[in-house]
């Protein structure tokens, strides 16, 4: 059974402030998506990264996948309280298990004006 | 181009009733996955579908739950005999091909009185 650990589970900072949430695992991933959720709604997809090493800009937003596809993290700089929400990693596991998405337990942000 | 839509939003039953939950994939889409989210736990997958057909139910609890497909019309997630355990929240998503993104509804919350 594959697992993806997210840490921290919960993050209150001020604006202005950077934070780097992490998604670690012992297994490989295929793929690995960034999702953020708000209340009542549905995740929306953020970035997706396929490549060891590979790292992606979305405005403040910056994702990293981790040399051997185990790990990701996300960083967001100067964040914003319009950041505020739930972020969740999730893995594609590739294969038979291929449309299989592993979720993290996400990491609750809240940004104080 | 509308997303994926899901309904009903929020479905309340009794224990022993059936609850039906629908989804309706991107336009031009036809994968569809279905994920369950427990209060105070992730999302979890559920079963992978195409058109007509089951390729992957492995998170399906073995007992009372069922999934289709059709050629026609949405993705049917069906639960016979709720019991309390069954409140959740239901997510849909769909992608156009098994190696694409997925794109998640705003999904159904079960409540089982």
């Known amino acids: ?113 | 181009n509308a997303g994926v839509m899901q309904n009903p939003r929020h479905l309340v039953r009794r224990r022993g009733q059936e609850a039906r939950l629908r989804c309706s994939p991107m336009k031009g889409h036809s994968h569809v996955y279905w994920y369950r989210q427990l209060p105070e736990e992730g999302l979890k997958f559920m079963v992978y579908l195409q058109k007509e057909n089951i390729i992957d139910e492995s998170g399906m609890p073995k007992e009372r739950f069922s999934a289709e497909f059709p050629k026609e019309g949405p993705s049917i997630l069906r639960i016979q005999q709720v019991v309390r355990g069954d409140s959740a929240a239901y997510f849909c998503a769909s992608s156009p091909g098994l190696h694409n993104e997925q794109f998640f509804g705003p999904g159904t919350r079960l409540t089982v009185l």
């Open chain 1, 1 to 113: 059974t594959q697992l993806l650990e997210q840490s921290p589970q919960f993050l209150s900072i001020q604006e202005g402030e950077n934070l780097t949430v992490y998604c670690n695992s012992s297994s490989v991933f295929s793929s690995l998506q960034w999702y953020r959720q708000e209340p009542g709604e549905g995740p929306v997809l953020l970035v997706t990264v396929v490549t060891g090493g590979e790292v992606k800009k979305l405005k403040r937003l910056t994702f990293q996948f981790g040399d051997a596809r185990k790990d990701s993290s996300l960083h967001i700089t100067a964040a914003q309280p319009g950041d505020t929400g739930l972020y969740l990693c999730a893995g594609g596991a590739g294969g038979t298990s291929y449309g299989k998405l592993t979720f993290g337990q996400g990491t609750i942000l809240t940004v104080h004006p």
